[in-house]
């Protein structure tokens, strides 16, 4: 298996432009999370799929940023518009199931610069 | 407010000496703590967890010690390799959802 598979890697922006993010998660996990990395915050989590329905975005930060999750092999996460302040790296994770006793396996993330 | 808390951002040891990593928690509803371990421009990966209900867990060098009266966890590696420089972020959980600290960033000297 290939791992969670996120693109791109790196993303630089313009302050007010539209970004998407992507995440393919492991097959055969119904659990999508969506984190954000930040050295003040450490790994925030932003947005809970459970069999591609979200069920707890919470910890998304405002209306700029949105979650999808179309199928069970894609989600993404857009900022309209984005902001410096967004800078981050965005982590999506998989589990085979939401309870505590799996890990979630990470993808390598997306580096995001807004200027 | 930060729910999990790692106080020390870095530290360093000398290879072969023991490395220990401390985290704090304010919830004592939390049921389930995972440390990972994430190297640059990787995602993090699962290195070992420990239920509410254990106070100790052992995987070979790695060995997680949970307190619940101090709410406190903290990590052991013994003894500390080159290869086990990394950030090590600590998590607590109930239910669904992973509420990480902020991390450290262990640097271990050759």
């Known amino acids: 298996d290939a791992g969670v598979i996120q693109s791109p890697r790196h993303e630089v922006t313009e302050m007010g432009q539209e970004v998407t993010l992507r995440c393919k998660p492991i097959?055969?996990?119904?659990?999508l999370f969506w984190y954000r990395q930040t050295m003040m915050r450490g790994l925030e989590l932003l947005i809970y799929?459970?069999?591609?329905?979200?069920?707890?975005d919470s910890g998304m930060p405002e209306d700029r940023f949105s979650a999808k999750m179309p199928n069970a092999s894609f989600s993404t996460l857009k900022i309209q518009p984005s902001e410096p302040r967004d800078s981050a790296v965005y982590f999506c994770?998989?589990?085979?199931?939401?309870?505590?006793?799996?890990?979630?396996?990470f993808g390598s993330g997306t580096r995001l610069t807004v200027v | 407010d930060q729910q999990v808390k790692q106080n020390s951002p870095s530290l360093s040891v000398q290879e072969g000496r023991i490395s220990i990593l401390n985290c704090d928690y304010t919830?004592?509803?939390?049921?389930?703590f995972l440390w990972y371990k994430k190297y640059p421009a990787e995602g993090p990966t699962f290195l070992i967890s420990?239920?509410?209900?254990?106070d100790k867990n052992e995987d070979g060098r790695f060995t997680v010690f949970l307190n619940k009266s101090a709410k406190h966890l903290s990590l052991h590696i013994v003894p500390s390799q080159p290869g086990d420089s990394a950030v090590y972020f600590c998590?607590?959980?109930?239910?669904?959802?992973?509420?990480f600290g902020t991390g450290t960033r262990l640097k271990v000297l050759a």
């Open positions: 994770a998989s589990s085979l199931s939401a309870g505590t006793d799996y890990g979630y396996t």
């Open positions: 420990i239920s509410s209900i254990k």
């Open positions: 799929f459970n069999n591609n329905v979200p069920i707890d």
């Open positions: 919830n004592s509803m939390f049921d389930y």
């Open positions: 998590a607590a959980s109930r239910d669904y959802k992973y509420i």
């Open positions: 097959s055969g996990h119904n659990s």
